[in-house]
């Protein structure tokens, strides 16, 4: 990543695809949760499984959006990059971008996430160290932008 957006790599296997041998359209979010999940815990030091279990929050999401712009088939190799486009009181914005290996772009989505309290369901407002490297993320992606 050295300052850049992270990207997840992955490559589409065959049970991903239905009968007419492109991917499944829910296997799309699939792959884009997947690499959310990646990046919460690799940059932002909260996985969450650890988040839920030793924290007591969990991070449900309210909003999905997606937009399918190209076929996947079994083989392609799919960067998904993620980008957070806004960090609020307690929700995170997030999108993300798949990006075949010959360059086009197959899907983008969009996710919105609150911490919320496990109790309660509710949400509170985010942890400081959390919403810290949410932030620093956000800045380093914007001054590589410059």
């Known amino acids: 990543m050295e300052g850049g957006v992270f990207t997840h790599r992955r490559r589409v296997h065959f049970g991903d695809s239905d009968a007419a041998r492109i991917v ?11 690499a959310l999940e990646v990046f919460m815990a690799d940059v932002i030091g909260y996985d969450w499984y650890t988040i839920n279990k030793e924290h007591g929050f969990g991070t449900p999401f309210v909003k999905i959006g997606m937009e399918i712009k190209a076929p996947l088939r079994p083989g392609n190799r799919v960067d998904i990059s993620v980008l957070v486009d806004k960090v609020g009181g307690s ?11 010959d360059g086009v772009v197959a899907f ?21 160290p959390m919403r810290a490297r949410l932030e620093a993320y956000r800045a380093r992606l914007a001054e590589a932008a410059e």
């Not at 499944?24 to 997947?34: D, I, S, V």
């Not at 996710?111 to 919320?116: H, R």
């Open 24 to 34: 499944y359209t829910p296997r799309f979010l699939e792959y884009a949760m997947e």
């Open 91 to 101: 929700s995170i914005h997030f999108r993300t971008i798949g990006t075949r290996g």
């Open 108 to 128: 983008e989505t969009s996710f919105v996430c609150v911490v919320a309290d496990q109790e309660k369901v509710k949400a509170v407002p985010m942890p400081g």
